[in-house]
């Protein structure tokens, strides 16, 4: 028999409520005080009967970022079986994420399911598609920094740290330096299309390098949390692999690029971080490719509509 594993859940709501907990659980957990800086909370309207039964309450508070701000809570401690639980009582608004406590401690967290709709300072860290590169307005990043500035002058900021021909690897030792200044509440990477080319001399050689993706992200999930930053990838765009197969000295295909896109989803889904599927979008278009990997301005302002219904 598997022995179950201790959890530590900050909670600032429902979960709180001892007949919740009996509910849910089949007793009171143990708790203790516990803050979440740089989080203040709003409240969320509840359509399930069944949440609604167990709270009773039709409204709920969920968490959104804020400088200076500071949520009071408890934090739960809890079995295996009591996390699936309370994952099953969490409507889909919601999902489990790791956060800083203020104490300097790691917990779960349930945050809004769409990351960038809570978030209020966003970093972007990526290759020469984050960057904007082929579009004279400055790319998807440009539109979603337009839009999110917008929504709160005074409070919302957004910095692309874009780098043209960046990997995961690269944005893994360019960044940390430049988040401390900037205070960010969300790190929105949007890389790995060039750790999925193969130089044309080597294009041959075939090489597994799911582990390096791997590798590489659960470093940037670390330092993300350094800063009590949530962690936010973004899978490949899709490429038209008959315009990218010698590009640059470098080979770009399909089967790679999926490759790629499986190996990031499989790695945030087992580490709970939160994936942007960016491939269907531009799927079968490549009219919206200046070079077959590079939107033009059409292509990136399809991205933008698409990145924003899926995570603002």
Not at 168 to 188: I, S
Not at 257 to 279: G, H, K, N, P, T
Request: glycine letters at 8%; charged letters at 20%; a negative charge.
């Amino acid at each position: 028999m598997t022995e179950s594993r201790p959890h530590t859940l900050f909670s600032f709501g429902t979960l709180l409520d001892k007949r919740v907990q009996t509910a849910l659980f089949g007793r009171a957990v143990p708790s203790s005080a516990a803050s979440l800086a740089g989080y203040t909370t709003r409240p969320l309207p509840i359509t399930d009967p069944s949440v609604i039964s167990t709270s009773g309450l039709d409204v709920h508070l969920t968490l959104e970022r804020k400088i200076g701000a500071a949520v009071e809570g408890a934090v739960l401690h809890l079995t295996d079986q009591d996390l699936a639980a309370a994952d099953a009582y969490e409507v889909d608004d919601y999902v489990r994420r790791r956060v800083l406590l203020s104490s300097g401690e790691s917990a779960w967290a349930y945050l809004d399911a769409k990351p960038l709709r809570a978030a209020a300072r966003i970093v972007i860290a990526g290759d020469s598609i984050a960057y904007g590169r082929c579009d004279p307005q400055g790319g998807w990043a440009a539109r979603l920094a337009a839009a999110h500035i917008a929504g709160n002058e005074a409070e919302h900021r957004l910095f692309n740290l874009a780098i043209p021909g960046s990997t995961l690897t690269g944005v893994g030792e360019q960044t940390p330096p430049l988040l401390a200044p900037r205070l960010p509440d969300t790190l929105l990477v949007a890389a790995g299309i060039n750790d999925s080319a193969l130089p044309l001399a080597d294009a041959g050689t075939p090489r597994d390098w799911s582990a390096d993706i791997a590798d590489n992200l659960t470093a940037l999930a670390a330092m993300a949390l350094t800063h009590n930053a949530r962690l936010v990838v973004m899978g490949p765009i899709w490429l038209d692999e008959a315009r990218t197969r010698d590009y640059e000295g470098l080979r770009f295909t399909e089967e790679r690029a999926l490759s790629l896109r499986e190996s990031i989803r499989a790695w945030c889904a087992e580490s709970y971080v939160d994936f942007l599927d960016m491939w269907e979008p531009l799927r079968g278009r490549p009219e919206l490719l200046v070079d077959g990997l590079h939107p033009n301005s059409e292509g990136h302002r399809v991205l933008y509509r698409y990145l924003d219904s899926i995570s603002r």
